[in-house]
């Protein structure tokens, strides 16, 4: 049996202006389905669109044209106590935690403010607990509640954006190249954390990143983007294996193997 | 033969901040061959771009090489050259390249003049003769339409492109040794790999020699002929590319092979995360720096610092796990 389809878009299109009336088409006709519980990894090289796509699906853009939705219903359909809803349901996170976090509020207004604005608790103590859980999900613990965020590594950070859009119980997370800015170690810290959530919480992710190793490790399918479209789109191993479109080819060809031998053989077909 | 070109003894590098003394690197030594390539590895904050800055000797204030440390250029002591001594010996004898191309390019000169300021500076040559070398390079280093680009700023091109000049400005002068701080982290991966394919190439063609500084090992795998794995301002594993990706025998060098995952292989193994974050270095841990986060730690770990132990030619590591059978029958090296 298949599971559910949770998010879907169809003909996604977002156009910019730009001042010499010209038209940027930054998001051209994109479609695409993620099943509850399921990851969909969605990758491009810098300009093709992918963050563009993330932030309109959430609706931080107002899209030109197309459908998005969520469980079924097209996300401008909500509106009052759904909307609201809404935004309980679908959490986002980027990919710099130094400027996605406020420097003036401790950790424990950061990862409470979700919970104050939809009043998600009865009382004082059952709301530092929640704060307390949270930031044991993410592996922090009580100590950093009170600290700010410039006392923090990158991965703590990170993990505290992750905490922050967890509060709210969320059931579909747009991850903006999350990881792109920690080091090798933290980025896998960062995502054992969102696999085990995914397992645990059964978690559903739209992940945007460059990484093409890690989407291979963390997504059910991939979606590789092109200026602005979507070239090729299939179960996971089926892209990295054997991929279809002149494109995914390129890409994935020019990805570095760390292994000398192998490295040696992938060099010696490059036609640069 | 291989002759030996630049030799670093005991490189120590402190910067001075208002919550405390940084120790940035403590006590760096490596050599490199000429014509060798030796990648520098490490997560951000462990040392290795402080070490490249120092044989250029562009540690600035608050920073301090201290006194002691030896950086030996074709024999001669880098440190101990003066004003003019330095100004021919960067970007003739050795050059460098940062990540971050637009920082580095002047952003109010033509790319052409930049190049051509380089000629000039190091060799007595008409502007004409310099023009037409820096034309030549542009197109060297793979730029279409040299002449046009020649006028372009800096502005008008794309990262890629830019780095590429940053190349061709590094290798105007034939350098002896060039040096790259992650050249291509900013790139995306179809540039990056043409950057380093770049790189390799003139590298062979100019005969130099190159550290190359840099976090990810595919990079490393593809150019690197040794490799030095630095974390917490210290040098824990070094040896040849292949004792590195094959041979590894620092838990540190192990672990960061085992949390990076593979693009050419299916998925399915947990990533193995490394515990912790890296140390501060203004309190630098005794004893080994990687004990807080290492799965092996031993009491000894916490307490001296572990001997530099040899396997094989040229092949190092520093950990107390290889010396296990030499240690005295009372040492306290196990775990409470």
Do not use: W
């Not at chain 1, 397992?199 to 979606?223: N, P, W």
């Not at chain 2, 003066?82 to 940062?98: C, P, T």
């Not at chain 2, 820096?134 to 730029?143: Q, S």
């Amino acid at each position: 049996m298949e599971k559910d389809v949770l998010f879907e878009v169809k003909h996604l299109k977002k156009y910019f202006k730009l001042e010499n009336k010209k038209i940027l088409k930054a998001v051209d006709d994109v479609s695409f389905t993620i099943r509850k519980g399921e990851t969909l990894g969605l990758v491009g090289e810098s300009g093709c669109g992918k963050t563009t796509t993330g932030r309109t699906c959430i609706g931080m853009y107002d899209r030109t044209e197309g459908e998005i939705l969520y469980k079924g219903r097209d996300i401008s359909t909500y509106k009052g106590k759904d909307l609201k809803n809404l935004r309980k349901e679908i959490q986002m996170i980027f990919q710099d935690p130094y400027a996605s976090l406020d420097p003036r509020m401790t950790v424990a207004e950061i990862v409470a403010e979700g919970l104050d604005i939809h009043k998600m608790y009865k009382t004082k103590e059952e709301r530092m607990e929640r704060v307390y859980e949270l930031l044991g999900l993410v592996n922090l613990n009580k100590e950093h509640a009170g600290r700010f965020i410039h006392e923090f590594s990158g991965g703590q950070r990170q993990r505290i954006g992750i905490a922050r859009a967890l509060a709210v119980n969320p059931e579909f997370l747009i991850l903006d190249e999350p990881i792109s800015a920690l080091d090798v170690s933290i980025q896998a810290q960062v995502v054992n954390l969102l696999m085990k959530l995914q397992k645990e919480i059964g978690l559903t992710y739209l992940f945007i990143a460059h990484d093409l190793a890690m989407v291979r490790h963390i997504s059910d399918k991939v979606a590789v983007m092109n200026q602005g479209r979507i070239v090729e789109m299939n179960e996971t191993n089926a892209v990295f294996d054997n991929p279809q479109h002149a494109y995914t080819k390129a890409l994935l060809a020019s990805i570095p193997i760390p292994d000398p031998e192998k490295e040696k053989v992938r060099r010696s077909k490059l036609l640069y | 033969m291989s002759k030996e070109l630049l030799k670093v003894e005991n490189l120590k590098v402190t910067y001075n901040t208002y919550a405390g003394q940084v120790q940035a690197v403590r006590g760096v030594s490596f050599s490199l061959d000429k014509g060798e390539t030796l990648a520098l590895v490490g997560e951000s904050g462990c040392g290795k771009s402080v070490t490249a800055r120092s044989i250029m000797q562009l540690v600035h204030e608050p920073g301090k090489i201290v006194e002691g440390s030896k950086i030996l250029f074709e024999g001669k002591n880098v440190a101990e050259y003066d004003q003019k001594e330095l100004a021919a010996f960067r970007g003739k004898d050795a050059a460098i390249i940062f990540q971050d191309a637009m920082a580095s390019l002047n952003p109010t000169m033509t790319v052409g003049k930049q190049i051509v300021e380089n000629i000039l500076h190091h060799n007595k040559v008409s502007k004409k003769e310099a023009k037409a070398r820096a034309i030549d390079l542009l197109n060297k280093v793979g730029i279409n339409n040299p002449e046009q680009r020649f006028k372009q700023y800096p502005h008008e091109l794309s990262g890629g492109m830019r780095q590429r000049v940053m190349i061709a400005i590094a290798f105007a002068n034939d350098p002896k040794l060039l040096i790259a701080d992650e050249p291509t982290t900013a790139l995306d991966v179809t540039i990056q790999d043409q950057i380093i394919e770049l790189i390799r190439k003139l590298k062979d063609e100019h005969d130099a020699s190159i550290i190359l500084i840099t976090h990810d090992l595919g990079v490393v795998a593809g150019i690197a002929d040794r490799v030095a794995v630095m974390y917490g301002g210290v040098i824990v594993e070094s040896g040849s590319a292949s004792d590195i990706f094959y041979h590894a025998k620092h838990p540190y060098t192990k672990a960061l092979h085992d949390a990076v995952p593979r693009v050419d292989e299916v998925s399915g193994k947990e990533l193995v995360s490394i515990a912790g974050a890296p140390p501060d270095l203004i309190n630098p841990p005794a004893g080994c720096p990687f004990n807080t986060r290492c799965k092996y730690c031993m009491n000894i770990c916490k307490k001296e610092v572990p001997p530099t132990m040899q396997f094989g030619e040229g092949h190092e590591a520093a950990c107390f796990l290889h010396v296990l059978d030499k240690l005295p029958k009372d040492a306290e090296f196990l775990n409470d």
